[in-house]
């Protein structure tokens, strides 16, 4: 897909202009978490570790061969809620995060994307299903920071509170002051638009390819990107200078 809109920019626009605060994903819209550390050798790690205390019947063929470390832990945490078991997994995985972001790469105009929109006085949160660990290690290594904290909002001990659960959005305005129309979610999966619209915030897909566009619509998204430069766009013309 190229860099080019893919919604009406009066639509886009409106969404941009009327967001006091912005509720960003973190792996799609910021960053590609994995792009140098394999999701899947991730969760295929995560599986054999499984396998080596004896536990591999707790995952179907399917969950063993899923290429999503995040679905390796939920399944073990639906059938062991609570456990230390699945403590002890979602810390290997936050280890596993914390090494990505050594490689991980910045989204396509992200960067500016969020100086210029801090600047024109918006506020930030991320909300995320990955480790806020993480999400710090890697915004502190970009000097973007401060530009979220303390607003991070990733992966707690209550994995079925995860999106599409509605609560680290919830969570994010609550702390923040903020009311559902004052704000906007950026996200790239159905899990994201679906908790925007259970906490009643306005949503901004980000689809970098066909399938995860299609995947987007069907969950509902109405306006839907697949470049952040759009978004830049409109920030810098209704602001020049910026």
Excluded at 32 to 45: D, I, N, P, Y
Excluded at 113 to 124: E, K, N, P, Q
Excluded at 170 to 198: F, K, Q, W, Y
Excluded at 226 to 231: F, G, N
């Amino acid at each position: 897909m190229t860099d080019e809109t893919t919604e009406d920019p009066n639509v886009l626009r409106s969404l941009i202009t009327r967001a006091r605060v912005v509720l960003w994903d973190f792996d799609g819209p910021i960053c590609r978490l994995f792009a140098g550390h394999k999701a899947e050798q991730v969760a295929k790690e995560l599986v054999e570790w499984l396998e080596r205390q004896g536990l591999s019947g707790l995952l179907t063929e399917k969950e063993r061969e899923h290429p999503d470390p995040q679905v390796v832990l939920r399944a073990v945490d639906r059938r062991h809620p609570d456990s230390d078991l699945v403590a002890e997994l979602e810390e290997r995985l936050t280890q596993e995060e914390l090494h990505a972001v050594f490689s991980a790469m910045p989204t396509p105009y992200a960067d500016p994307v969020i100086r210029t929109w801090l600047a024109l006085g918006s506020r930030f949160a991320v909300v995320t299903n990955n480790s806020a660990h993480a999400v710090r290690s890697y915004l502190d290594g970009r000097r973007l920071l401060s530009g979220f904290a303390p607003h991070i909002y990733g992966r707690t001990n209550r994995l079925d509170l995860l999106k599409p659960h509605p609560h680290c959005l919830v969570h994010a305005l609550n702390t923040m002051g903020a009311a559902p129309p004052d704000a906007l979610m950026i996200g790239d999966s159905p899990g994201d638009c679906r908790a925007a619209a259970e906490a009643g915030v306005r949503f901004l897909g980000y689809a970098t390819s066909e399938r995860k566009h299609a995947e987007l619509r069907a969950a509902g998204a109405d306006v839907i990107e697949c470049s952040l430069k759009s978004v830049l766009d409109i920030l810098r013309s209704d602001h020049p200078g910026r």
